[in-house]
């Protein structure tokens, strides 16, 4: 199996970087994110209250910072929690279907800590998730510092049954140690995910569950964040280190040419 990833030339170029070096301080560009403020859990049973706090979220030496941090936090709704964290979203200012996805990362770590780099459909506020499509191009939970998630979520293979692969770092190596490139490349009925351009899984149309379908051939928008706690990586405990950050270097888009776009088509 070719464990790079696709020619250049099937490429059309870089479409959009964003993240590019910012002033430090500052928060990300409004014109390409939106910072979450919110405390929903999400229906995962997540424990932190997402700010646009500088504390939570902001530019440092040419990174954006996510900062999950332990400490009591009411926010305008009037409701307490003990851990505050960011999350960011392209939805409604960056929305693509296709292409090649990357980001440069350092996760941190920590039980409960859960970074993830990942997309939503762009009809999700209509129709809903899973129907709306989840790609997880990176998803780590704390108990597992060696280990990565790629993953679809979709009608009928969602939650915990989603269509997924998971890549471990080979002599124990922890991903918070240092930046990795998270990747996926996205055609019509497959979608590739990688590690530092490696190859390690592959998930096509064929693969969804009988009476199910493929909800992944529409546009899609970007999210950034760190979760603390919830029904997959737990709760923190004593030994987890707060604050736990996670530093993005860098999210590139690479649109795909037009003549593989159309090779891919059933």
């Known amino acids: 199996m070719e464990n790079k990833t696709i020619a250049a030339a099937a490429l059309a170029g870089l479409l959009t970087g ?7 301080g500052s928060v990300p560009d409004s014109a390409k ?23 939570n979220v902001h530019q440092q030496n040419g990174n954006l910072v996510i900062t999950a941090r332990h400490e009591p936090f009411t926010g305008p709704d009037g409701l307490a929690r003990s851990y505050t964290s960011a999350r960011i979203e392209s939805q409604g200012r960056f929305e693509l279907q296709y292409g090649r996805i990357e980001a440069r990362i ?3 770590q920590g039980q409960g800590i859960w970074p993830a780099f990942w997309m939503l459909g762009s009809d999700f506020e209509r129709i809903g998730w899973p129907a709306c499509g989840e790609i997880d191009i990176m998803e780590n939970v704390g108990f597992e510092p060696s280990r990565v998630h790629g993953s679809l979520h979709g009608p009928g293979y969602s939650g915990g049954s989603p269509l ?8 124990q190596g922890r991903f918070s140690d240092g930046f990795h490139v998270f990747a996926i490349e996205w055609e019509p ?29 529409h546009p899609f928008f970007l999210v ?29 888009v690479y649109r795909m040419g037009e003549e593989r776009a159309e090779k891919a088509k059933p």
């Open 106 to 108: 350092r996760i941190p």
């Open 164 to 171: 997924s692969g998971i890549y471990t770092l080979p002599n």
């Open 33 to 55: 994110w939106s910072v979450i403020t919110n405390d929903s859990g999400y229906g995962n049973r997540e424990l932190e209250y997402y700010t646009d706090r500088s504390s």
């Open 224 to 252: 950034l964040n760190v979760a603390v706690g919830g029904y997959w990586p737990g709760d923190p405990d004593a030994t987890t280190p707060f604050p736990a950050a996670m530093l993005v270097d860098y999210v590139r």
């Open 189 to 217: 009925r497959t979608v590739r995910f990688y590690v530092d351009d490696i190859l390690y899984e592959t998930q096509t149309a064929d693969n969804v569950p009988p009476g199910s379908h493929w909800a992944f051939d």
């Open 18 to 24: 964003f993240l590019c070096a910012g002033l430090d």
